[in-house]
C-alpha cells in the first residue's frame, strides 16, 4: 500500500512571501491531519478533516494559515504570509477514521522541511 | 487540556543495554496511548500502541504499558541495538476528535 505523500519536501522562502504544501493521503483514508513540527517539539495538530469537511481547526492561525480538501482526498496547506516563527516540518498525516472511529491508527508522510529567510 | 510530558533527552546507550523511556500524560476521560518513532529526514512510524488501562503495547521488541493509577507509559527495550537511534514521541489520542497529542520527543543514540 502506498503511504501518505507529501510535497515538496524542502522549500526555503523569505518572510512575508507565500508557500503551499500538498499531501495526498492513503486511498481510502477519510481523515486527513495536518500538523506542525518545530525544531525540538512533538508535532502539534493545525487541522483536522473529515472528508472534506473541517472537525477541527482550533490551533490553526486563521489570519495566515489556510487549508482546504475540496475532493475528500487531496488536501493543500497554505501559509501567507509567512513569518520567522513559522519555520518547522509540515506533517500529513492520515487514517481510516476519525470521530467516533474507533482506534485507526494514524499514518505519516515524510514531511516538508520550511525555512523562512 | 490534555498533555503528555516525556524525559528529556538525549539517552545515550551502548549496544545491548536497557532501555527506559519515561511518558506521563494528562488527560480526561481514558486516551488511548502511542509511542511513535522519527528516523532522520523521515516522518513518524507508529511503534506501539495501548487502549485501556493495563493494556501492554509491544512491537520490535519495544513495549509499554498503559498504568493508569500512575498515568504513564513507559517505553522499553532489554537490548537496544545501533538501528534503534531515533527520537521517540509518546502521544495519547483524545477520545472526541481524535487529534493527537504529542509529547516533546526523546533522542536516543546508541554507540556500538
Known amino acids: 500500500e502506498a503511504g501518505v505523500a507529501q510535497s515538496p519536501r524542502y522549500k526555503i522562502i523569505e518572510k512575508r512571501q507565500s508557500v503551499a504544501f500538498w499531501c495526498n493521503p492513503i486511498?481510502?483514508?477519510?481523515?486527513l491531519y495536518w500538523y506542525q513540527q518545530i525544531l525540538g517539539q512533538g508535532p502539534k495538530l493545525l487541522i483536522q478533516?473529515?472528508?472534506?469537511?473541517?472537525?477541527?481547526d482550533s490551533q490553526l492561525p486563521k489570519d495566515r494559515f489556510s487549508a482546504e480538501r475540496l475532493k475528500g482526498v487531496d488536501s493543500t496547506l497554505k501559509i501567507q504570509p509567512a513569518k520567522l516563527e513559522d519555520s518547522a516540518v509540515y506533517l500529513c498525516?492520515?487514517?481510516?477514521?476519525?470521530?467516533?472511529?474507533?482506534?485507526?491508527?494514524?499514518?505519516f508522510g515524510d514531511g516538508t522541511r520550511l525555512s523562512i529567510l | 487540556g490534555d498533555s503528555v510530558t516525556q524525559m528529556e533527552g538525549p539517552v545515550t546507550l551502548s549496544e545491548e543495554a536497557f532501555l527506559t523511556i519515561n511518558c506521563t500524560y494528562t488527560?480526561?476521560?481514558?486516551?488511548?496511548l502511542f509511542w511513535y518513532v522519527q528516523y532522520p529526514g523521515e516522518g513518524l512510524q507508529l511503534l506501539l500502541k495501548?487502549?485501556?488501562?493495563?493494556d501492554k503495547g509491544s512491537n520490535k521488541g519495544f513495549e509499554a504499558t498503559y498504568r493508569k493509577e500512575t498515568t504513564s507509559f513507559h517505553l522499553e527495550k532489554g537490548s537496544v541495538q545501533v538501528s534503534d537511534s531515533a527520537v521517540y514521541f509518546c502521544?495519547?489520542?483524545?477520545?472526541?476528535?481524535?487529534?493527537?497529542?504529542f509529547g516533546t520527543g526523546t533522542r536516543l543514540l546508541v554507540s556500538p
Open positions: 498525516a492520515s487514517s481510516l477514521a476519525g470521530t467516533g472511529g474507533g482506534n485507526q491508527p494514524q499514518h
Open positions: 486511498s481510502g483514508h477519510a481523515t
Open positions: 478533516f473529515q472528508n472534506n469537511g473541517v472537525v477541527d
Open positions: 488527560a480526561t476521560g481514558y486516551p488511548s
Open positions: 495501548a487502549t485501556k488501562a493495563d
Open positions: 502521544a495519547l489520542r483524545d477520545t472526541g476528535f481524535q487529534k493527537l497529542v
